[in-house]
C-alpha cells in the first residue's frame, strides 16, 4: 500500500508542488522570523558589549518616575560635587562626567537630518574613548564640534565647514573641527548621528544646566574587580543613585532590545499563522479535489482488498511526504530570507549594525517542521475520511460521489460565526488579544462552512456580468457546479482580504473621529507642534505668537509623565487655562480653569475610573521635583481632547523632564484670514524647522498620515495571505482542468477553440476570486464595525467606511482572478484533442 501511494504520488508531480507552496510560504514565514530575530539579537548584544567595554562602573541619579533615563528628558541631573565623591571612593583610577543629550542638525536643504529610528545624539567630547579621529581634532572653542563620520556623509559636510545644530536652544551656528570613526572601520555604532561638543557649551546646550552631568563614568585601578569598585561607590553615594557595572548596563540594554526584537517577531508570526491559515483552506481543497480524482483508483484499491484504515494511511502518507517536502523547503527558504532581511535591517540608514553571522536557531528547526506536518496533515483529515468511505463498487462508476447535503455544515457554520462574532466584540471592548484572536478563528471557519450555502446563488450572479457569450456562460456554470470547492477556494481569499478591510474600516474610523474631534472640538485656527517627538520650543516664542497681528487668543503646554499616587499617568502643564477652555471647548464641571499653586484638573472620567471628586487630594511625583500633594481643583465635564490627562499649573513644568512647550494653539481675530496670519506666524519658529504651524485641516491631515502608514504596513505583511489565496485559485483551475480533461477534450472537438477554452478558464478564476472578495469585504466590514462600536469609550466616535478603498480591493480581486488563470487556462488550451477525448 505504501509503494502503491508512493508511486501514485510521484505521478503526478504537478499536483504535489501545487500541494506543497501554500505551506512552503507560510513555512519561510515562520523560520525567516526566527532567523531575522536571531542574528539582530546576538548582533545587538555584541554592539552593546563593545559599547559599554571601556566601563567599569557607571553612576546616575534613580529616576523618581518610571524608568526613565538620565538626563533632561529623563531622571535628575549630577552635579560636580557628586563628581568629586565618585572620585574619592576607594579603587577609583578615574571618574568622569558625561554630559549627552539630543542634538538635531539642519541639513544643507534647511530640513533637518533624521535616521531610520537611531538617535541623533550631542555630547561632552571626552578623550579616550572609542572615538578614532579620521580628520581635524577635538572641540577647543565654544563654536567648534566634532562629528561622526556618519553625520558628515549623512549631511554633506567637511572639515572647516559650518553646520546649524538644534539642542534645548534654538538653532546655533558651529564650525565643523573633526571628523571621527569608530574601530572597526565604522562611521557610527548603530546609525546614530553625533555631535560633539566642548564641555561647558554641551552642559549649557544639552542640559539646560552650567556643572551638571547625566552620569559619571567610573574607570577601576587595576585589580579592583567591578562588583567590588559597584559596591564602594553604592556605600560612598547612598540609595538616591542607581549605580551599575559595564556588564550590568550591556545586559540591560540587550534584555531591552530582546524584548523589542520578541515583539516584532510577535508580530511577524502573527502573520505568518494568517498565512498559514489561509494554507488549510488550500490544502484541504486540494486533497479533496485530489480524492475526487482518485476515486476509481481508490475504490479498485478498496476492491482489491485495502481496508478504511490503509485507505486513511494512503491519504495521511501522501499529506506527511508533502508536508516534509514543504517543510524542508520552506526552512531553506526561511533562511535565506532572514539572512537578506537582516542585511537590509543592518543597512538601513547607514547604521553598520555588524551582523554577528547568520545562524539557525533550534526553534526556527522544531517550528518548521512542526507547522508543516501539522498544518498539511490537519487539513488531510477530513479527505483522507472521505477516501475510506469509498465503496468498492464506485471502481464502475464514470463520476465521484454526489455532493452531501448542507444542513450540518451551515448550522456549524452560522453557531461558529455568531460566537466567533461575540468574542470579538467581547475581546475589543475588553483589550483581551487571546479572546479577539479566539473570535477571528471562529468566525473565519464560521463563515467558511457558510460559504457552500452561498457559493451557488452568489457565484451565479457574478457570473451573468460575463455570461454575453458561450465561454462565459461556461465559465460561469463550472464555477458554480461544486458549490464547495469553490467555496473553499474563495475562502481563502476571503480571509486575506477581510483583515485588510478590517484594518481599514478601523483606521478609517479613527480618521473620522479624529476629523470630528478636531472641528467640533478643537476651536484653534493654527497648530504648533514638533515635527518628531522630543521636539520642543520656548515660551519666548509663544509670547511673540500671541503679540502677533491678527491673533486673538493662544495657548502652549508642556507635557511629561508624572506618579499621581505612585501610578504612572500623563500630565500638561498649561501656560492659560481660560485659553484652553476656549479653544478646546471644554466645560468645568466642578471648579475653574485658572489652576492655583497647588491645584490640580483631570477630566470626569478619569476622575470615575480613580475615584476622585472635587477638594480631594492626590499625591503628585514629577521627574526633577519632590512629592507633593496636590488638591483636585478642577473637573472637567467628558471631552475627547482631556481624556486620560491630568492638568497642572504652569509653573510646575520646571519640574518637568523638559519645561519647554510642546505644542501650541491660536485662534484668528474676526475678520483676519488665516493663511495671511500664519504667514506671520511662521517666522516665529523659524529657528526651529522641526516645528510646523499648520491650519486645522492640514493638522488633521498630518494624524491621518500616520494612521495610513500603518494600514500600508499592514497591508503589506497581508500581502503573503493573499498570494497564498492566489496560489489556491491556481491550484484549484489547474486540478479542475486535469479532472475536467476528457470533458475538454470534447468541447474541443465540436468545435470550440482555444482562445474560447482560455476565456473560460479566465471567467471561472475571475468569478471565484469576486467572489471571495466579496465575502471577504462583508465579512471584514463586519468585523470592523463591531470593532469600532466595542471601542467608542476610546475616541472610536464615529464610524467610517472607506468605499473607495473597498472598491479598489474588488477590482484588485477581479485582476488576481484573471493573473491566477494564465496558467490554468494556457494548460487547457494546449491540451492534445484525441488525448483527451480518451482520456481515463
Avoid: C
Amino acid at each position: 500500500m505504501l509503494k502503491a501511494t508512493l508511486k501514485s504520488l510521484l505521478s503526478r508531480k504537478l499536483r504535489l508542488v501545487l500541494s506543497a507552496l501554500a505551506v512552503v510560504l507560510g513555512v519561510m514565514f515562520v523560520s525567516g522570523s526566527f532567523v531575522l530575530t536571531d542574528t539582530l539579537d546576538r548582533s545587538f548584544k555584541s554592539l552593546f558589549t563593545n559599547v559599554y567595554s571601556d566601563i567599569d562602573v557607571q553612576v546616575a541619579l534613580k529616576s523618581k518616575v518610571d524608568d526613565q533615563e538620565p538626563g533632561p528628558g529623563g531622571a535628575g541631573l549630577l552635579t560636580g560635587a557628586d563628581l568629586a565623591k565618585v572620585e574619592s571612593v576607594d579603587g577609583v583610577a578615574r571618574a568622569t562626567g558625561d554630559v549627552v543629550g539630543s542634538a538635531r542638525v539642519v541639513g544643507k536643504n534647511g530640513k533637518v537630518l533624521t535616521t531610520s529610528g537611531a538617535p541623533r545624539l550631542g555630547t561632552a567630547w571626552r578623550d579616550g574613548g572609542q572615538e578614532q579621529f579620521r580628520q581635524g581634532h577635538a572641540p577647543q572653542r565654544d563654536d567648534e564640534v566634532a562629528i561622526s563620520a556618519y553625520l558628515a556623509k549623512t549631511g554633506g559636510f567637511a572639515l572647516g565647514d559650518r553646520i546649524q545644530v538644534i539642542t534645548l536652544e534654538p538653532k546655533k551656528e558651529f564650525t565643523v573641527a573633526g571628523v571621527f570613526g569608530y574601530p572597526g572601520d565604522r562611521d557610527s555604532l548603530g546609525g546614530e548621528l553625533t555631535t560633539a561638543f566642548t564641555e561647558s557649551t554641551a552642559q549649557t546646550l544639552l542640559l539646560g544646566k552650567a556643572g551638571a552631568y547625566n552620569s559619571v563614568t567610573v574607570h577601576a585601578q587595576d585589580g579592583v574587580a567591578q562588583d567590588v569598585l559597584r559596591q564602594r561607590v553604592q556605600s560612598e553615594l547612598g540609595d538616591g543613585f542607581e549605580v551599575k557595572t559595564g556588564q550590568q548596563l550591556s545586559k540591560d540594554a540587550s534584555d531591552q532590545i530582546g524584548e523589542n526584537l520578541k515583539f516584532f517577531n510577535y508580530v511577524l508570526l502573527g502573520f505568518a499563522g494568517i498565512a498559514l491559515f489561509v494554507g488549510i483552506f488550500i490544502i484541504l481543497n486540494t486533497f479533496s479535489i485530489i480524492v475526487a480524482q482518485r476515486t476509481r483508483e481508490l475504490a479498485l484499491l478498496r476492491a482489491m482488498g485495502a481496508s478504511r484504515k490503509q485507505m486513511i494511511g494512503s491519504v495521511v502518507t501522501e499529506a506527511v511526504v508533502i508536508g516534509l517536502i514543504a517543510s524542508v523547503t520552506g526552512l531553506g527558504a526561511g533562511i535565506g530570507v532572514g539572512a537578506l532581511l537582516a542585511q537590509i535591517f543592518s543597512s538601513i540608514g547607514g547604521s553598520s549594525l555588524k551582523l554577528e553571522g547568520i545562524s539557525v536557531p533550534p526553534s526556527a528547526v522544531i517550528s518548521s517542521f512542526a507547522v508543516g506536518l501539522v498544518v498539511t496533515v490537519l487539513a488531510a483529515v477530513m479527505p483522507a475520511l472521505r477516501a475510506s468511505r469509498i465503496p468498492p463498487v464506485a471502481a464502475m462508476r464514470e463520476a465521484a460521489t454526489p455532493d452531501r447535503p448542507l444542513t450540518r455544515p451551515t448550522i456549524g457554520g452560522a453557531v461558529l460565526t455568531v460566537v466567533g462574532g461575540a468574542g470579538l466584540a467581547y475581546g475589543f471592548s475588553s483589550g483581551t488579544l487571546a479572546l479577539i484572536m479566539g473570535g477571528l478563528v471562529l468566525s473565519f471557519v464560521g463563515v467558511a462552512l457558510l460559504t457552500p450555502l452561498l457559493s451557488k446563488p452568489v457565484v451565479s450572479v457574478i457570473g451573468k456580468l460575463f455570461a454575453w457569450s458561450m465561454p462565459g456562460t461556461l465559465g460561469r456554470r463550472n464555477s458554480a457546479r461544486n458549490p464547495r470547492r469553490t467555496a473553499i477556494t474563495a475562502a481563502a481569499l476571503m480571509v486575506g482580504i477581510a483583515l485588510i478591510t478590517g484594518v481599514s474600516v478601523i483606521l478609517t474610523s479613527a480618521t473620522t473621529s479624529i476629523t470630528k474631534v478636531a472641528e467640533t472640538q478643537v476651536k484653534a485656527d493654527l497648530i504648533i507642534g514638533g515635527d518628531g517627538g522630543g521636539v520642543r520650543f520656548s515660551r519666548e516664542a509663544l509670547d511673540k505668537l500671541k503679540a502677533t497681528q491678527g491673533v486673538d487668543t493662544a495657548f502652549g503646554f508642556a507635557a511629561d509623565r508624572v506618579l499621581v499616587d505612585g501610578k504612572p499617568q500623563y500630565a500638561l502643564a498649561v501656560t492659560d487655562g481660560r485659553a484652553m477652555q476656549k479653544l478646546f471647548g471644554l466645560t468645568a464641571k466642578s471648579g475653574g480653569f485658572v489652576l492655583e499653586a497647588g491645584q490640580i484638573g483631570l477630566d470626569e472620567e478619569l476622575a470615575a475610573k480613580l475615584n476622585l471628586e472635587q477638594g480631594g487630594t492626590v499625591a503628585v511625583q514629577t521627574t526633577k521635583g519632590e512629592l507633593k500633594n496636590y488638591t483636585i481643583g478642577l473637573v472637567i465635564a467628558k471631552n475627547d481632547l482631556m481624556a486620560g490627562q491630568f492638568l497642572l499649573p504652569d509653573a510646575v513644568s520646571a519640574e518637568f523632564a523638559l519645561p519647554q512647550l510642546s505644542d501650541a494653539f491660536a485662534s484668528v481675530a474676526a475678520g483676519a484670514s488665516v493663511p495671511d496670519v500664519q504667514k506671520r506666524v511662521e517666522p516665529l519658529f523659524a529657528d526651529n524647522p522641526e516645528v510646523s504651524v499648520q491650519d486645522r485641516s492640514a493638522y488633521v491631515k498630518q494624524q491621518a498620515a500616520q494612521l495610513d502608514t500603518v494600514l500600508m504596513m499592514i497591508q503589506i505583511l497581508l500581502a503573503l495571505a493573499i498570494l497564498i489565496a492566489v496560489l489556491g485559485v491556481i491550484n484549484t483551475l489547474a486540478l479542475s482542468v486535469i479532472e475536467r480533461t476528457r470533458e475538454l477534450g470534447l468541447l474541443r472537438a465540436i468545435g470550440m477553440r482555444r482562445a474560447q477554452v482560455m476565456r473560460m478558464i479566465t471567467v471561472e478564476s475571475v468569478v471565484i476570486s469576486v467572489f471571495g472578495a466579496l465575502l471577504g469585504l462583508v465579512v471584514g466590514t463586519a468585523m470592523g464595525v463591531v470593532a469600532v462600536k466595542a471601542l467608542k469609550d476610546e475616541g472610536f466616535s464615529d464610524l467610517g467606511i472607506p468605499w473607495a478603498t473597498l472598491g479598489g480591493y474588488l477590482l484588485i480581486a477581479a485582476v488576481i482572478g484573471v493573473v491566477a488563470a494564465i496558467l490554468p487556462a494556457i494548460r487547457a488550451a494546449r491540451l492534445n484533442v484525441l488525448q483527451a477525448v480518451s482520456y481515463e
